[in-house]
């Protein structure tokens, strides 16, 4: 089993920034791909970034360029850096590990005002 925390979630401006971490705990071995995902109302959930096993990393076309994907290893933490943030990425942020089994946490709400 793996457990996921997230935070950093919030209310901001268009053109502002913001952070999400998502703290991993549990069985994290063999991972296949950690990331981020996004669920807007009325919408599929759909990837935002994540890294996959060979260390690469994948990014929604809408989001190149102003999201950046980490990690740190230690604290086995993934963070996401939210740039330049547009109305349209108003969702709820998800934290996803997949290993044997595909694990979610309880999502982050993140708003971004006109």
């Known amino acids: 089993q793996v457990q996921l925390v997230e935070s950093g979630g919030g209310l901001v401006q268009a053109g502002g920034a913001l952070r999400l971490s998502c703290a991993a705990s549990?069985?994290?071995?063999?991972?296949?791909?950690m990331g981020w995902y996004r669920q807007a109302p009325g919408k599929q959930r759909e990837l935002v970034a994540r890294?996959?096993?060979?260390?690469?990393?994948n990014y929604a076309d809408s989001v190149k360029g102003r999201f950046t994907i980490s990690g740190d290893n230690a604290k086995n933490t993934v963070y996401l850096q939210m740039n330049r943030l547009k109305p349209e990425d108003t969702a709820v942020y998800y934290c996803?590990?997949?290993?044997?089994?595909?694990?979610w946490g309880q999502g982050t709400q993140v708003t971004v005002s006109p």
């Open positions: 890294f996959t096993s060979d260390g690469s990393t």
């Open positions: 549990g069985s994290i071995f063999s991972i296949t791909t």
């Open positions: 996803n590990y997949r290993t044997s089994g595909n694990y």
